[in-house]
């Protein structure tokens, strides 16, 4: 059995990055099956496969999700506005409105979790973690369906919005996604218009503990502070 080696999959991981926007140009439907078909391959717990995908690809629909995620932007900014004035994002003075940056996109895959299928795992197992069981799974499919879309010279981005309750309600409500599902993520899909810079990635010696946990490694909470503004969110340039 062939199976890619690992320079070509280190590659592709550092190549993968969420992009915040696309060309208004149509991806072909077999495309966006090869996405699936990856998600479809993805571990699972108790080989459970707790996901359903529904794609929007119609650009009225499109344009009424951009709308609904621009306007929960807003309470998102206010809450923010209340974090330490070095430490907030989404705080700028620009209007969120037209602002959802996969308007643009092809369609917008939304993976939904179906936490039933926590029937494939012994009794204690659900009691214990079964929550975390499904949330550990459907990542799985989504991290396969980013990196499955990196390969086809696709942009996708990660929108976790629409998980919110409201947006998620509102979300169901519009697309007829029965109540019990959960929109677990959302992945916009399309040509894009950029490639973002390379990202800043810690340091395998600083994360890495052979043994036993290296007490010099740990990290106070002003630390990590510092090393987001310093490394992670330098500049804090997000505010839209």
Request: charged share 25%; aromatic share 12%; with cysteine.
């Amino acid at each position: 059995m062939g199976v890619a080696d690992y320079d070509a999959y280190y590659a592709l991981l550092k190549f993968r990055r969420s992009v915040r926007g696309f060309r208004n140009k149509p991806v072909p439907r077999q495309l966006i099956e090869k996405i699936l078909e990856a998600a479809r391959w993805a571990p699972s717990a108790g080989n459970s496969q707790p996901w359903e995908f529904l794609i929007v690809e119609n650009r009225k629909t499109i344009q009424e999700l951009a709308s609904l995620y621009e306007y929960q932007m807003k309470e998102k900014k206010w809450l923010e506005s209340t974090r330490e004035k070095e430490m907030r994002l989404y705080v700028g003075k620009r209007p969120v409105e037209g602002k959802a940056p996969f308007r643009d996109a092809h369609c917008m895959i939304f993976v939904l979790a179906d936490e039933r299928w926590g029937n494939a795992f012994p009794a204690r197992t659900w009691l214990d973690k079964g929550p975390q069981h499904i949330i550990s799974s459907m990542a799985n499919a989504v991290f396969a369906m980013h990196c499955a879309a990196a390969t086809l010279g696709l942009a996708t981005q990660w929108v976790s919005d629409f998980g919110s309750p409201w947006l998620a309600g509102m979300t169901k409500h519009l697309l007829g996604i029965p109540r019990l599902y959960k929109i677990y993520d959302t992945m916009p899909v399309g040509y894009p218009k950029y490639y973002p810079k390379a990202r800043h990635v810690k340091n395998l010696a600083d994360i890495v503990h052979y043994e036993t946990y290296d007490p010099q490694k740990r990290r106070t909470e002003e630390d990590i502070c510092n090393y987001i503004a310093q490394y992670i969110r330098p500049g804090l340039t997000f505010s839209i």
